[in-house]
């Protein structure tokens, strides 16, 4: 019982991992606007706010406002290459997946920045310890079963 | 026997070795899932220091409260599942970090991939403590030796993160 109750906490333990990690490479890629689609999004307001390093990590906002269906509005976090070839009245347009972007009539390219690419690769290894570390949290509650002390008592 | 087992209570696995090896072993394995992942971040994103920042200081500040609760406490002894007491442990530290990154150290905005770097370091802390488990009741030098661990992870998430 008890075995099965701490392999159940070293299961939520690697669901949240696995989780957080799923969650920061979306918020990485999705920076590049290539995962998303827009649908005739006009911009209605561009803001660079200073972080802890003011020029490397700004964070770039741009909100927009689209009536194709509904009227909406969206704020977007966005890499710092985009933010520079937009400006305030754009029309933007895009499919999930395509990795360009039509500002108005004219094509930008897209690509994942170097935070997305670099945060793949770390969470590749991250991801692995992760896996090491349920499998010791595993081989520990099996060695309590077999020939533990419990069953010895 | 039976005395024995209701300290190690599914925690630790049986003690057949001095003790001491096995605080030794759960240190060794600490610094090392630390590090690795600490090199991880600098190593392919060697040019965000903070991102690295907040997992050491996420995975420093779990290892702190681990310490100090399993010091303070005893969970074992009053019969509460210490897995269980990592795994709210380390669940608490993801909350009290959203906390912080929502007010404290809100510079911009509130960063979801600053918040998950730095709840990946309490999950992956709680992890170490569940999978190379301390011998418990955590003794004085025990939770010392952790605490030294975590206030150096901390002090280096505090350094990159603002360097």
């Known amino acids: ?153 | 026997m039976v005395e024995f087992s209701r300290y190690t209570n599914h925690f630790s696995r049986p003690q057949f070795r001095p003790s001491g090896n096995i605080l030794i072993r759960t240190l060794i394995t600490i610094a090392l899932a630390g590090l690795v992942t600490c090199y991880s971040y600098l190593h392919f994103l060697g040019n965000r220091l903070d991102y690295v920042g907040h997992y050491a200081a996420g995975f420093g500040g779990t290892l702190f409260l681990l310490a100090v609760v399993f010091l303070r406490f005893h969970a074992v002894q009053k019969k509460v599942s210490a897995s269980c007491l990592v795994t709210a442990i380390s669940l608490i530290s993801i909350c009290m970090g959203g906390l912080l990154e929502a007010t404290v150290f809100r510079l911009a905005i509130f960063d979801p991939v600053d918040f998950c770097n730095q709840s990946f370091g309490a999950i992956v802390a709680g992890l170490t403590f569940i999978a190379a488990p301390p011998p418990l009741p955590l003794a004085r030098q025990g939770a010392l030796a952790v605490l030294f661990l975590s206030v150096l992870f901390l002090i280096l998430g505090f350094y990159w993160a603002f360097s």
């Open chain 1, 1 to 153: 019982m008890g075995v099965q109750l701490t392999m159940r906490y070293v299961a939520i333990l690697f669901g949240v991992g696995i989780l957080l990690l799923t969650y920061d490479l979306w918020c990485t890629h999705v920076r590049s606007l290539i995962p998303i689609s827009m649908a005739a999004e006009k911009v209605v307001v561009m803001e660079t706010r200073s972080e802890k390093h003011p020029g490397s990590d700004d964070v770039c906002l741009i909100r927009t406002h689209s009536n194709s269906f509904a009227l909406t509005y969206a704020t977007r976090h966005i890499d710092s290459a985009i933010h520079q070839s937009l400006a305030v009245g754009d029309i933007l347009n895009k499919n999930a997946g395509e990795t360009f972007l039509t500002v108005n009539d004219e094509k930008v390219a897209l690509k994942y920045s170097a935070d997305a690419t670099g945060m793949l690769r770390a969470h590749a290894v991250n991801g692995l310890v992760l896996i090491v570390l349920l499998v010791l949290g595993m081989m520990n509650r099996t060695s309590h079963v077999v020939g533990s002390v419990e069953n010895k008592a």
